[in-house]
């Protein structure tokens, strides 16, 4: 299993994890995909999966680095303290790993927010703080906030949507803070997976998107991946970067794993990246 370290912290936690949203009624899925390495699981207080994820975990909770998300209408000092206690006991657990904020809220003190949270890793409850949806300047801002170091962002990634290239990775890589990709794979396919997952259709630009597709079916048939697992590889080729793919099966989480099993080409990197060259 591929591994990468915590922003500054002496952590390693794998290349490719596990989000969580779809498992509202099946934690066995979760439990399958620790088994198979899957052993960063993310989740949110706003999923509604944080109960599955902790059955999952019960008696396998030291195998496991556990990530969480507090909603921004949490904010307040009370509210953080109140939701990081609802989140422990949902997940069963005494303490979370990686706990998050989910998105910026202008409406409620930046400053408010990181007091709580540094209460939260004094307190033992929390091992590391971390952000999501977070940019340059808000991410600056919340570091100057906490005297706990803020160890990851959780945003946007995958070959459409390369936004954080411009400014945020060089932020984070300059200051060690891991980018961990969601959506990582992208919305590149062309049906439903299967009942109850949400259709991958093409988003965006859709001349772009099926010539990524296109382009990963390619890579794929030459070098015997799927084009999902392209466009994984692709996703956490800097070191920087990690990533929490969904998956709805026990072979999904398999072929995500996988994806960390073989090297692109400079050409078949420049072939993608040419696709969405801004």
Not at 77 to 103: F, G, P, T, W
Not at 227 to 245: E, G, H, K, S, Y
Request: with cysteine.
């Amino acid at each position: 299993m591929f591994t990468k370290q915590l922003g500054d912290t002496k952590i390693q936690i794998p290349t490719i994890g596990l989000g969580t949203s779809l498992f509202i009624e099946n934690p066995s899925i979760i439990t399958e995909g620790i088994k198979l390495g899957a052993t960063h699981i993310d989740t949110a207080e706003s999923y509604g999966t944080e109960p599955a994820v902790g059955k999952a975990i019960k008696n396998i909770r030291d195998q496991v680095f556990l990530s969480t998300k507090i909603s921004p209408k949490n904010f307040s000092k009370k509210n953080v303290l109140k939701a990081a206690n609802n989140s422990l006991e949902n997940l069963n657990v005494d303490h979370i790993d990686l706990y998050q904020l989910h998105a910026f809220n202008e409406e409620i003190p930046i400053e408010e927010t990181m007091n709580a949270m540094n209460d939260l890793v004094d307190q033992g409850k929390v091992k590391f703080i971390g952000v999501s949806n977070f940019n340059v300047k808000q991410l600056k801002r919340a570091q100057k906030a906490s005297k706990h170091k803020i160890v990851s962002n959780q945003v946007l990634y995958n070959l459409y949507d390369r936004e954080i290239e411009k400014d945020l990775i060089p932020f984070c890589e300059k200051n060690k803070i891991t980018i961990i990709a969601y959506t990582p794979v992208g919305k590149f396919g062309y049906t439903n997976e299967q009942k109850g997952e949400r259709k991958r259709a093409e988003i965006g630009d859709q001349d772009v998107n099926i010539k990524i597709r296109r382009t990963l079916d390619c890579i794929g048939n030459e070098i015997g991946k799927t084009w999902a697992q392209v466009a994984l590889n692709w996703c956490v080729i800097n070191p920087q970067v990690i990533a929490i793919p969904k998956a709805s099966t026990k072979q999904r989480i398999l072929e995500n794993l996988q994806s960390t099993s073989f090297t692109l080409s400079n050409s078949q990197i420049n072939l993608l990246e040419n696709l969405t060259l801004k």
